[in-house]
């Protein structure tokens, strides 16, 4: 799958980004991060334009970044502003400037073509700074295609398959209920509705519920752009008094794909329960585990892509949020390249 | 237990409500709508059109308007919408909304793209003009070097002019009661490198630009029909089979019945909005068999490649069709 450059990517998470230079990648391409002193994010190519040395290397000076091998001094718009070897700085010399974007979760950067950047708007990640949501999460490089994180979050079903401790027994009762898909031009939306079945035990833990109480549950999953995913896993608690409501786990995605086959995955597990640090020691190792064993796969998935290269796959009807997603990824790519 | 595994499709739906109803130009509103809830709306790229669905005493109308706005613009959509004389009435009963009335609203989707080129030549006629709103606002902010003729019957019946101002001589309004017609040997009669052609209009104008462009090099020119494109021989419709490969189904599609009504009466949920070829909707991946194209959205490239057919009106030309379905 080629990837979309016009399109904005969480490069970072909000909070490591600050006043001292950070690495990043985007498509190739190395991006150096850091804040101004009022606070704004900025985005660089993090090379020098004199030597082939990296300006996260080197120093920030008020609002500007210097290598601390040149010493040529760059602005936060990219433009050399000194040079230490003469006066006048030399014409033209600038490195790229990245449109850049702080929601307060993720700094977002926009690779393609610059002037775009104003015409499209980051996923909203509103939830993640909501008062009603307890948050908690972790990040991974992934050796693996940003195509491939994506149809795995296009079909949970392989949960079942791939770790019984964290699966809800819904997913393992037999064939799942159909696929509700619901897409428009850019967006892909799917849900299914399990009948009443009982839960994972950790989730009944955290949810302070017997064991063996059935519910109805709901998984839902949500393409909002190639750098964002979010899916949702909702447990309708009826008949338990004060535990009675929705119990929702937000699972939101942040990717942005370093290279082709390279990603960098940045996961952050919301919920609306209980909001106690115990809940948070009882489901962090769970979902370290998960993304880890699934990161695995997924880099095992990208060598045998490498080693054998790509073949027909054998789809089903469960492929079709799959089929979609890939539908506009390609679109994405197409527009961009011209006819 | 044995659970049906189709997978039900469906578009993105909602509820809206009309934030403002303006009259922009001779016999044309713009429509500005806002989700009747928290709905988010999805994002859209130019090109892109929306269904909006009205009820009147009769029943449901369902009509597709191109997205005029910007796309930077996230809560709410908006189209510009011609009264027309048409049998079928539906810009009428969009003319009779007014602020506060609410309609549901469907898709958006886009099989108007803007790819991208560095130069564009952009023709519109009259109502033809909403797509290329915000086309124009993103070749100008991607840079790249381009030129918009625009005719229509007169000066007060060409909706945005105001707004094009701010392009200065990249645009070229052309009311016809004062300097005729659109002049497309000047603007189309010499292809041009590395150019792409856009144009929405009314039929004898997109038919005029066709054959202009016969000269140019193949893709370059891009367009969109408000109504399904004249067919010189429908053909006869033979029976042909189906293979719906990911449902795991083969069907008979027999005579004067198509694809699409096959599918749906085989229990596959197969989206479909305007069932006449145009809107795009029912698109579906071809894997094998060859497809008489009937639509009017697919241009001769898109359609020689068989990759993909419109369902509602497209057949297979041989015994057999192999769907990725």
Known sequence: MSIPRNAWYPIAASEEVGRAPIARRVLDVPVVLYRTTSGEPVALEDRCAHRPVRLSDGVLEGDLIRSTYTGFTYDPAGRCVSVPTQDHVPYGAAVRCFPVQDDGSFVWVWAGETGLAALRTPPDTALLRDAGWTTFGGSLDTAAGIGLLLDNFCDITHVAQLDQDIAPPALTAGPTPPLEVEVSETTVRFWRRFDASPLAPWNAQVLELPEDAEHEQVEEGEFVGPGYWVDRWTVEVKGHDDRDGQHVFVFSHALTPLSATRTRHIWRVSRNFASSAAADGTLTPLFEAYYARVGEVLEQMQSILDEEGPRPEVAVAADAAVSHVRRIVQRMVADELGG | ?325
Request: proline share 6%.
């Open chain 2, 1 to 325: 237990m044995t659970q049906s595994a189709a997978p039900l499709m469906s578009e993105f739906e909602a509820d809206a409500v009309v934030a403002a109803a303006e009259t922009v130009a001779d016999d044309v509103v713009l429509l500005t709508l806002r989700p009747a809830d928290q709905a988010h709306l999805p994002a859209w790229t130019p090109g892109a059109h929306l269904d909006l669905i009205l009820g009147d005493g009769s029943g449901e109308v369902v009509r597709q308007y191109s997205l005029c706005g910007s796309p930077a613009t996230r809560d709410s959509y908006q189209v510009a919408v011609l009264r027309t004389p048409d049998s079928r009435g539906g810009s009428e009963a969009v003319h009779r909304l007014a602020e506060g009335d609410r309609l549901r609203i469907r898709g958006p989707r886009n099989h108007f793209p803007l790819v991208s080129s560095p130069r564009y030549v952009f023709v519109a006629g009259g109502i033809g003009i909403t797509p290329m709103i915000p086309m124009i606002e993103e070749a100008d902010a991607a840079g790249a070097d381009w030129v918009l003729h625009y005719g229509g019957r007169s000066s007060d019946s060409m909706a945005f002019r105001e707004l094009l101002t701010k392009y200065g001589d990249r645009v070229h309004l052309v009311p016809q009661d004062q300097t005729g017609l659109l002049d497309l040997e000047a603007v189309l009669g010499t292809p041009a490198p590395q150019t792409l052609v856009y144009c929405c209009g009314p039929e004898p104008l997109l038919r005029a630009v066709e054959e202009r462009c016969h000269a140019w090099p193949s893709n370059s020119l891009h367009l969109e029909r408000f109504t399904p494109k004249e067919r010189a021989d429908d053909g006869d419709d033979a029976a042909f089979e189906v293979v719906l490969q990911r449902s795991g189904l083969t069907i008979q599609v027999p005579p004067g019945t198509s694809v699409f009504d096959s599918m749906r009466d085989a229990g596959v949920s197969v989206l479909g909005s305007c069932l006449e070829g145009i809107c795009g909707t029912c698109e579906q991946t071809v894997l094998e068999g060859d497809v008489d194209h009937r639509d009017s959205v697919l241009d001769e490239d898109e359609q020689a490649s068989n990759e993909c057919m419109m369902v509602c009106v497209s057949r297979a030309r041989g015994p057999r069709l192999v769907l990725d379905a």
